[in-house]
C-alpha cells in the first residue's frame, strides 16, 4: 500500500494534534491514503519495514512540531536506539530534492516557534529553510487546516480532496465526547 500523505510526529509531544489532523484529512481523503502510524501499522507488525517505504511513497509528508520536539531531537542525537522522527524527516527532505519527491511541510502546534538551523542535527537542518505552517487550536484551526487543504489541492500523486460530513458517533470521538450508550 502507498498512501499520498504521511504524518510524522513524536507520540510525547503531539499525539494529540497528529490525531486531530488526521481526523480533519480523513473528511476529504480516504483513510488509506494517509499514513498515520496507529492506523496503519498493525500491532506485532515490523513498523521499521513499514515507515520506510511510506516514506519512499508518499507524496506530502506533515512533520508535527509540538513544544518538546526540538528537546526530544536533541536528546536522541546521541542515544541508541534509532530516533524514528528524525529518520522519517530526514528521508523525507532528502527525497525532496528528487524530481518526485514529496512536498515536506513542517507544522508548528501548540504555539511553538520554528525551530532555529542552528538548533538542529545534521541530518534536518534543511527543514528550517522550509515555511512552516501554523496550526493553531480552535478557533483558529480551521481557517490553519483549510489553508493546508489548499496547499496539498492539486499536488501530484494526491487525491482530489472530497469532502465528507461525519456521522454523530464519529463525531462524538473527535469531539473527544466517547461513545454514546
Avoid: C
Avoid at 22 to 40: A, E, M, N, W
Avoid at 64 to 93: C, M, N, Q, T, Y
Wanted: no cysteine; hydrophobic share 45%.
Amino acid at each position: 500500500m502507498s498512501e499520498a500523505i504521511f504524518i510524522s510526529y513524536r507520540r510525547g509531544d503531539a499525539a494529540g494534534h497528529a490525531a486531530w489532523l488526521k481526523r480533519y484529512l480523513v473528511d476529504y481523503f480516504d483513510t488509506d491514503q494517509i499514513f498515520f502510524d496507529v492506523g496503519s501499522i498493525e500491532s506485532s507488525a515490523d513498523f521499521r519495514a513499514r515507515i520506510e517505504p511510506a516514506i519512499t511513497h508518499a507524496r506530502v509528508v506533515l512533520v508535527v512540531i509540538g513544544p518538546d520536539w526540538l528537546d526530544e531531537i536533541r536528546k536522541r542525537a546521541f542515544k541508541a536506539p534509532l530516533d524514528w522522527v528524525r529518520r522519517e524527516i530526514a528521508l523525507s527532505l532528502a527525497r525532496r530534492q528528487e524530481p518526485d519527491g514529496p512536498l515536506v511541510v513542517p507544522l508548528l502546534v501548540g504555539g511553538v516557534d520554528a525551530p532555529d538551523e542552528a538548533t538542529l542535527p545534521w541530518d534536518v537542518k534543511g527543514l528550517a529553510a522550509l515555511q512552516m505552517h501554523r496550526l493553531d487550536n480552535e478557533p483558529q484551526y480551521e481557517s490553519d487546516f483549510q489553508r493546508l487543504l489548499t496547499r496539498l489541492t492539486g499536488l501530484p500523486g494526491v487525491p482530489q480532496p472530497r469532502f465528507r460530513v461525519r456521522d454523530a458517533r464519529s463525531l462524538d470521538v473527535a469531539m473527544g465526547r466517547g461513545q454514546q450508550e
